[in-house]
C-alpha cells in the first residue's frame, strides 16, 4: 500500500522562503517588499543586544528576499525548489523568461537522463476475468426441469485474459515495445504477440509501426501515426492488414482503417471527428467539456450495425481523491444507462465500480483496480434482464465491502506504516532535527528582549497575549506514539503587529523564525493559547492552514460561563 511522502526531503532542505519572510505563495512583490521591511525592523543587528544570531537570521531573510524579488529567480524557486537555484543552468540571464528557464531547466535534465535510458523500462499489463452470475437473480432458467429445483447456483467464470507489455527506449525519440495477450472463453484459448516501434519526429509529431503474430497462422501490420497542426488541430490515422499463408498462397486483407481530426473549440472545450472504415464501418463526432470540477461529453455515431447517441457526465468531488459517473447510451440496438464511482486510495492506486443496466446487456456489475501500470478488471453479469434486484445487489454491495475493506483493514494499516516510516525518518535525521534544533533555540534567546516589550504593550492595551504555543506532533488517546513538541509562543508572540498575529495558508510553519520540525514525515499542528481583552482564548490549526487571530470564536471564557 502506498503512503504520503516521509518529508525526508522536506527536512534536509527546508528553507522556505516564503515561510521565512511569513508571506503567502501568491503574494505580490508589494507584499513581499512590506514583510521584508517589517522583519528587518525586528531583526536588524543594530536593533538586537544578540549581534551574532540577529545576524544570521537577519542574512538568511535578505537571501529569501532576494530571490523572490526576482521575477525569474522565483520561477525557478516555485517549481524546482531551493535546490533548483543551484543548478547548473548555464544562464542566469536577465532577458530570458521563466518560461524559457524551465525549458533550459528540463533540457540539461533530458541530457543527464540519457545516460540512464537504456536501462528503463516500462511496463504495464493488465488482468481481466469475466464472471456470468445470472444464475443468482434470474430464476427462470430451469422452470421447466425438476433436476435442477436442489441444485446450487453459483456463477460461472467465462473469460480470462491477461496482457503485459514492456517498453524499451533505444534512444530520445525512438522507443520499442513488447505486448503479449493470452485469453481463455468457455475453455478455449488463443494468444497473440505484437512487437511495435514508434519514432517521435517532434512534439507535434509521431509515428509507430506494429508487426504481431498470433495462433492462427496468421500475422498482422499496421502503421499508426499522429500529427499536430496548429491552431488546436490535430490528426490521428491508424491502417491495418492481416496476412495468412494457406496452402503456400500469401493472402493480405484489410481489415479496414480509422482516421480521427480534433480540434480545441474553446477553453476546456475540445472536439473530433472519427472515421472507421471495416465490417463495423462508421461516422461519429465527439464533443467533450472538461474542468478541474467536472468533465461532460457527447457522442453521435451513424454506422453499420448499429447507430446511437451518448451523453455521459463525471464530477470530481472537492477533495479530488473521488468521482461519479453517469452516462445514458440509446440506439438502434436499444438503451443502457451507466452509473458509478471512482476513489484514489493512493498515489498509485484507482479503484471503481460501474453498473450498467439496459437492453440488450440486462445488469451488468464492472470492478476495476490500476495499481501502479497494472489494470485489474472484472466484468460480472448479473442479470441477462433489467432485474431490480440485481441492480440493487450490484450498487450497494460494492460499497458496503469496500466501506468494510477501508475502515477495517487499509486505514489501519496506512496508519501503522506512516507512524513506522515517521520514526525512521526521525531516527535517520536526528543530527540535522538537532541542528536546526539549536538554530531555533538561539533565535528565541535572541527573541526575547523584543518580546517582552512587546507583551508588555500588548498587555497595557489589554491585546494579543499568546500564554502557551505548542507546535508538533499531538497524538489521540489510541495512538502508539509519543507526542513531539516545541514551545514556540516567543516566536509567535514576535509576529504580532497591532494586536493581530495572521499567517498565510500555503506555508509550512516549521520554516518560520524560531520554528524547527521536531517530528519530520509526522503531521504536525500548532495549538495556540492566549489573552485578549481580559478574556482566555485557545485554538488549534493543521501545519499549512492559515493563522487569523484573536477571534470571538476561540474564546474559552464565554464557553466555561455558559
Same mark, same amino acid.
Given at each position: 500500500?502506498?503512503?504520503?511522502?516521509?518529508?525526508?526531503?522536506?527536512?534536509?532542505?527546508?528553507?522556505?522562503?516564503?515561510?521565512?519572510?511569513? +508571506?503567502?505563495?501568491?503574494?505580490?512583490?508589494?507584499?513581499?517588499?512590506?514583510?521584508?521591511?517589517?522583519?528587518?525592523?525586528?531583526?536588524?543587528?543594530?536593533?538586537?543586544?544578540?549581534?551574532?544570531?540577529?545576524?544570521?537570521?537577519?542574512?538568511?531573510?535578505?537571501? #529569501?528576499?532576494?530571490?523572490?524579488?526576482?521575477?525569474?529567480?522565483?520561477?525557478?524557486?516555485?517549481?524546482?525548489?531551493?535546490?533548483?537555484?543551484? +543548478?547548473?543552468?548555464?544562464?542566469?540571464?536577465?532577458?530570458?523568461?521563466?518560461?524559457?528557464?524551465?525549458?533550459?531547466?528540463?533540457?540539461?535534465?533530458?541530457?543527464?537522463?540519457?545516460?540512464?535510458?537504456?536501462?528503463?523500462?516500462?511496463?504495464?499489463?493488465?488482468?481481466?476475468?469475466? @464472471?456470468?452470475?445470472?444464475?443468482?437473480?434470474?430464476?427462470?432458467?430451469?422452470?421447466?426441469?425438476?433436476?435442477?429445483?436442489?441444485?446450487?447456483?453459483? $456463477?460461472?467464470?467465462?473469460?480470462?485474459?491477461?496482457?503485459?507489455?514492456?517498453?524499451?527506449?533505444?534512444?530520445?525519440?525512438?522507443?520499442?515495445? !513488447?505486448?503479449?495477450?493470452?485469453?481463455?472463453?468457455?475453455?478455449?484459448?488463443?494468444?497473440?504477440?505484437?512487437?511495435?516501434?514508434?519514432?517521435?519526429?517532434?512534439?507535434?509529431?509521431?509515428?509507430?509501426?506494429?508487426?504481431?503474430?498470433?495462433?492462427?497462422?496468421?500475422?498482422? %501490420?499496421?502503421?499508426?501515426?499522429?500529427?499536430?497542426?496548429?491552431?488546436?488541430?490535430? #490528426?490521428?490515422?491508424?491502417?491495418?492488414?492481416?496476412?495468412?499463408?494457406?496452402?503456400?498462397?500469401?493472402?493480405?486483407?484489410?481489415?479496414?482503417?480509422?482516421?480521427?481530426?480534433?480540434?480545441?473549440?474553446?477553453?476546456?472545450?475540445?472536439?473530433?471527428?472519427?472515421?472507421?472504415?471495416?465490417?463495423?464501418?462508421?461516422?461519429?463526432?465527439?464533443?467533450?467539456?472538461?474542468?478541474?470540477?467536472?468533465?461532460?461529453?457527447?457522442?453521435?455515431?451513424?454506422?453499420?450495425?448499429?447507430?446511437?447517441?451518448?451523453?455521459?457526465?463525471?464530477?470530481?468531488?472537492?477533495?479530488?481523491?473521488?468521482?461519479?459517473?453517469?452516462?445514458?447510451?440509446?440506439?438502434?440496438?436499444?438503451? @443502457?444507462?451507466?452509473?458509478?464511482?471512482?476513489?484514489?486510495?493512493?498515489?498509485?492506486? @484507482?479503484?471503481? #465500480?460501474?453498473?450498467?443496466?439496459?437492453?440488450?446487456?440486462?445488469?451488468?456489475?464492472?470492478?476495476? %483496480?490500476?495499481?501502479?501500470?497494472?489494470?485489474?478488471?472484472?466484468?460480472?453479469?448479473?442479470?441477462?434482464?433489467?432485474?431490480?434486484?440485481?441492480?440493487?445487489?450490484?450498487?450497494?454491495?460494492? !460499497?458496503?465491502?469496500?466501506?468494510?475493506?477501508?475502515? !477495517? @483493514?487499509?486505514?489501519?494499516?496506512?496508519?501503522?506504516?506512516?507512524?513506522?516510516?515517521?520514526?525512521?525518518?526521525?531516527?535517520?535525521?536526528?543530527?540535522?532535527?538537532?541542528?536546526?534544533?539549536?538554530?531555533?533555540?538561539?533565535?528565541?534567546?535572541?527573541?526575547?528582549? =523584543?518580546?517582552?516589550?512587546?507583551?508588555? #504593550?500588548?498587555?497595557?492595551?489589554?491585546?494579543?497575549?499568546?500564554?502557551? +504555543?505548542?507546535?508538533?506532533?499531538?497524538?489521540?488517546?489510541? =495512538?502508539?506514539?509519543?507526542?513531539?513538541?516545541?514551545?514556540?509562543?516567543?516566536?509567535?508572540?514576535?509576529?504580532?503587529?497591532?494586536?493581530?498575529?495572521? %499567517?498565510? +495558508?500555503?506555508?509550512?510553519?516549521?520554516?518560520? $523564525?524560531?520554528?524547527?520540525?521536531?517530528?519530520?514525515?509526522?503531521?504536525?499542528?500548532?495549538?495556540?493559547?492566549?489573552?485578549?481583552?481580559?478574556?482566555?482564548?485557545?485554538?488549534?490549526?493543521?501545519?499549512?492552514?492559515?493563522?487569523?487571530? $484573536?477571534?470571538?470564536?476561540?474564546?474559552?471564557?464565554?464557553?466555561?460561563?455558559?
Amino acid at each position: 500500500m502506498d503512503l504520503p511522502s516521509s518529508g525526508l526531503e522536506e527536512l534536509v532542505d527546508n528553507e522556505d522562503f516564503y515561510s521565512l519572510l511569513n +508571506a503567502s505563495r501568491q503574494a505580490s512583490q508589494d507584499d513581499l517588499k512590506a514583510s521584508y521591511r517589517r522583519l528587518c525592523m525586528v531583526y536588524h543587528p543594530d536593533k538586537q543586544s544578540n549581534n551574532k544570531e540577529a545576524s544570521d537570521i537577519f542574512i538568511r531573510i535578505q537571501e #529569501a528576499f532576494n530571490v523572490l524579488s526576482d521575477p525569474t529567480r522565483r520561477h525557478i524557486y516555485d517549481v524546482y525548489g531551493k535546490s533548483g537555484l543551484d +543548478a547548473d543552468w548555464q544562464l542566469m540571464e536577465r532577458r530570458k523568461s521563466p518560461q524559457e528557464m524551465q525549458e533550459e531547466y528540463e533540457r540539461i535534465q533530458r541530457i543527464r537522463a540519457q545516460q540512464r535510458l537504456e536501462e528503463r523500462t516500462h511496463p504495464e499489463g493488465s488482468f481481466s476475468m469475466s @464472471i456470468n452470475a445470472s444464475s443468482l437473480f434470474d430464476d427462470n432458467q430451469f422452470d421447466q426441469d425438476e433436476y435442477y429445483d436442489d441444485q446450487i447456483a453459483l $456463477p460461472d467464470i467465462t473469460t480470462m485474459s491477461i496482457t503485459q507489455s514492456i517498453q524499451a527506449p533505444l534512444s530520445l525519440s525512438h522507443t520499442a515495445t !513488447l505486448t503479449g495477450n493470452l485469453q481463455s472463453t468457455n475453455g478455449n484459448g488463443h494468444g497473440n504477440l505484437n512487437v511495435s516501434l514508434r519514432k517521435t519526429m517532434s512534439s507535434k509529431m509521431w509515428g509507430e509501426f506494429i508487426v504481431g503474430a498470433n495462433d492462427s497462422n496468421s500475422f498482422n %501490420l499496421a502503421l499508426k501515426g499522429y500529427r499536430s497542426m496548429g491552431g488546436g488541430v490535430f #490528426a490521428m490515422v491508424h491502417l491495418p492488414a492481416e496476412m495468412m499463408v494457406d496452402d503456400g498462397i500469401l493472402a493480405v486483407s484489410l481489415p479496414g482503417a480509422n482516421f480521427t481530426l480534433g480540434r480545441v473549440l474553446g477553453e476546456n472545450l475540445y472536439g473530433s471527428l472519427n472515421l472507421a472504415t471495416g465490417s463495423n464501418s462508421h461516422f461519429s463526432t465527439t464533443v467533450v467539456h472538461e474542468t478541474m470540477a467536472m468533465r461532460f461529453s457527447a457522442k453521435l455515431q451513424l454506422g453499420i450495425p448499429h447507430s446511437f447517441g451518448m451523453i455521459s457526465a463525471k464530477y470530481k468531488m472537492p477533495d479530488r481523491t473521488s468521482s461519479v459517473k453517469v452516462s445514458l447510451e440509446a440506439g438502434t440496438f436499444g438503451a @443502457i444507462v451507466e452509473y458509478g464511482a471512482e476513489h484514489q486510495m493512493s498515489h498509485n492506486s @484507482i479503484v471503481s #465500480a460501474h453498473v450498467r443496466i439496459g437492453v440488450p446487456i440486462g445488469v451488468t456489475l464492472k470492478l476495476r %483496480l490500476n495499481r501502479f501500470t497494472q489494470t485489474y478488471l472484472i466484468p460480472i453479469t448479473l442479470s441477462e434482464e433489467v432485474n431490480p434486484v440485481a441492480a440493487f445487489y450490484g450498487t450497494v454491495a460494492p !460499497l458496503l465491502i469496500y466501506a468494510g475493506v477501508h475502515f !477495517l @483493514i487499509i486505514r489501519p494499516y496506512r496508519r501503522k506504516e506512516k507512524e513506522r516510516l515517521s520514526e525512521e525518518n526521525e531516527e535517520s535525521l536526528v543530527n540535522e532535527t538537532k541542528k536546526k534544533k539549536d538554530e531555533a533555540e538561539s533565535t528565541i534567546q535572541m527573541m526575547k528582549e =523584543s518580546t517582552e516589550r512587546k507583551i508588555d #504593550a500588548e498587555e497595557r492595551r489589554m491585546g494579543l497575549v499568546i500564554t502557551e +504555543a505548542w507546535y508538533g506532533r499531538f497524538v489521540s488517546e489510541d =495512538s502508539s506514539k509519543i507526542p513531539k513538541l516545541i514551545d514556540v509562543a516567543i516566536p509567535l508572540q514576535n509576529l504580532v503587529e497591532n494586536s493581530k498575529l495572521q %499567517l498565510p +495558508a500555503d506555508i509550512t510553519k516549521s520554516g518560520l $523564525p524560531g520554528f524547527y520540525d521536531p517530528c519530520p514525515g509526522s503531521d504536525k499542528k500548532l495549538k495556540i493559547t492566549y489573552k485578549f481583552r481580559g478574556g482566555l482564548h485557545s485554538v488549534a490549526f493543521d501545519d499549512k492552514e492559515a493563522v487569523r487571530i $484573536p477571534l470571538r470564536s476561540h474564546s474559552v471564557t464565554n464557553e466555561t460561563s455558559n
